[in-house]
């Protein structure tokens, strides 16, 4: 069965300090991957998303990056946080097989900037 | 670009009573719609979707939504609420399942 990994779970951070999240999905091949932002009251905002490998399209212009460096990982990074990045950070994939439309979610990393 | 408009932000119910959560979209193009949920302390799951066909979908759970295309509404229905439906709903739309845009959330709050 597919899963989807990310971590850390919660991170707090410092202004101008440096951010790597990380995902991971088992279990299934070339899938879509996603970044989602979940801030109280804007719903999910869509960061990032990769059709394949080194294939990243940036929906928000932001200090926030995210890479593909293999098949089934997605990161997402900034050089300098903001205040403005905190928030719960969501990671999800689409299966490439049967244009089901289902995303799978992972349990999500808290970000807080202080 | 598509955008998804859920305009409750809460809605509070009493148990075994109707209600309806409300979605709108807007897109130029024919597109696909959905609702997830997001339970307390979980992370967020699919509860029903459209992609074709009959215009009314259901979840396992009770729930139905209708797609209504010429108000561009996707909203959600359920004629007896429980506790146990306490949550966050989601409406989404994707128009070729690559980019997938979610409104801002509604709580149903289900009280005894």
């Known amino acids: 069965s597919q899963t989807i990994h990310q971590w850390p779970a919660t991170l707090v951070q410092p202004v101008g300090s440096p951010l790597s999240l990380e995902c991971t999905v088992e279990?299934?091949?070339?899938?879509?991957l996603y970044w989602y932002r979940q801030a109280a009251g804007r719903g999910l905002q869509l960061l990032f998303y990769?059709?394949?490998?080194?294939?990243i399209s940036s929906e928000v212009p932001q200090n926030l990056s995210a890479s593909r460096p293999q098949d089934r990982q997605f990161i997402l990074s900034s050089k300098k946080l903001l205040l403005s990045d905190s928030g719960f950070y969501l990671c999800?994939?689409?299966?490439?097989?049967?244009?089901?439309?289902?995303?799978?979610f992972g349990e999500g990393s808290r970000l807080t900037v202080l | 670009a598509q955008s998804v408009t859920q305009l409750d932000s809460q809605v509070p119910v009493f148990e075994e009573a109707p209600v309806e959560l409300r979605c709108n979209y807007s897109s130029s193009v024919s597109v696909y719609l959905f609702w997830y949920v997001q339970y307390p302390n979980q992370g967020l799951q699919l509860l029903l979707k459209?992609?074709?066909?009959?215009?009314l979908v259901e979840s396992i759970n009770g729930f139905e939504a209708e797609f209504n295309k010429s108000q561009t509404s996707f909203h959600l229905r359920k004629p007896s609420v429980h506790i146990s439906d306490t949550a966050e709903y989601f409406c989404a739309v994707s128009r070729n399942f690559n980019k997938f845009y979610f409104g801002s959330g509604t709580k149903l709050n289900v009280k005894p």
């Open positions: 990769s059709v394949g490998i080194g294939q």
């Open positions: 459209y992609l074709s066909g009959s215009t």
């Open positions: 999800a994939w689409l299966s490439d097989r049967g244009y089901t439309g289902e995303l799978f």
């Open positions: 279990g299934t091949s070339n899938p879509n």
